[in-house]
């Protein structure tokens, strides 16, 4: 009863870690590290469900990867790791064997017994935690499991509840996967820059950036490379952009710039550094693979003249004067630069 009471008691106080962690990264550092040594174990793995990869981009646009995260692995279907979780409905516990747990558990010395704590959610189950022991008599088929049950209700609650925080958070007004601003903040801040430009008498610019052949990236490597080449495009992007311009992904591999305030040639500069900076240096795809990735790129500027309430309907149309000069750009070839004729006012 005291050990039991003990256990209880360690679980409870566990379990409010869990539900206190503020972010995806810290919950899965109180799931791994934090259970690991609050219940003496000699290793913790978490397996999660992750088809879309959702999960994995909502990582990193924290500029967290997911590999670095030791002890949680995301899979597309997690039959694939252990065929018996295609059934697990409660917690099992027993001897570790190679041919069904090899996949569960990676690294460190061969377990002697595992418990495989299903995380489920509305039925469905979104992940399985690993509790690992060298001791082969430490997880048994005998012991009760209505504290692990408890706790893997806890943690898919944690994990699901982490998900939507992260979700809400870039959804609003970041894109989760480059951590730019997205298409509808950047039409909001384009019409706070148009009145800031028109009572400064000041004008501004919009740039349209395209990837090229980004189609075929995705194509010849898959997805998840075409991730990381819009994340490294970002990057590369964001640092040639001064402090006071504002940059989102548009759409797809379309990324686009406010420069505020910017004359034509001010943004010539900038968009020059720009197409520069992203095809000197190849983009690494994987351990082995690199790709060297050009930019269309369309300028446009607008000088607000009379007063006016409708900023909206002049943002839309730098917006699309800079669309029409990407379209030119891609037409004249790609890899290269051009400019409105037309300034918006």
Known sequence: MARNEALLRKTQERELELLRSTSLTQLFDRLIAGLMNSYQLDGVYLMLHDPQHEIRH????????????????FVDALVTIAPQLAHLERPWLGPFHKADHELLVHGGARPGSLALIPLRRHEQ????LVFASLDP????????????AHLGVVAAICIENAVNRARLL???????????HNRRYLHARLREELARAQRAQ???ACLMIDIDHFKRINDQHGHLAGDAVLREVAHRVDAEMRISDTGARFGGDEFAIVLSPST????QKVAARVLEAVRSQPVSI??????TVTL??????ATPGEPTRDYKVLAERLIAEADAALYRAKSAGRNRIASSPNLVG
């Open 202 to 204: 000041q004008s501004l």
């Open 125 to 128: 189950l979104d992940g399985v």
């Open 296 to 301: 269309s790129i369309g300028v446009a500027a």
């Open 286 to 291: 994987g351990k082995s693979a690199a790709e």
């Open 170 to 180: 870039r959804s609003g007004l970041t894109d989760f996967l480059t951590g730019f």
């Open 264 to 267: 034509m040639l001010d943004a």
């Open 58 to 73: 909502l990582l990193s646009g924290d500029g967290l990867v997911a590999e670095q995260l030791q002890g949680v692995r």
């Open 137 to 148: 008599l430490r997880f048994t088929a005998e012991l009760a499991s209505d504290f692990l």
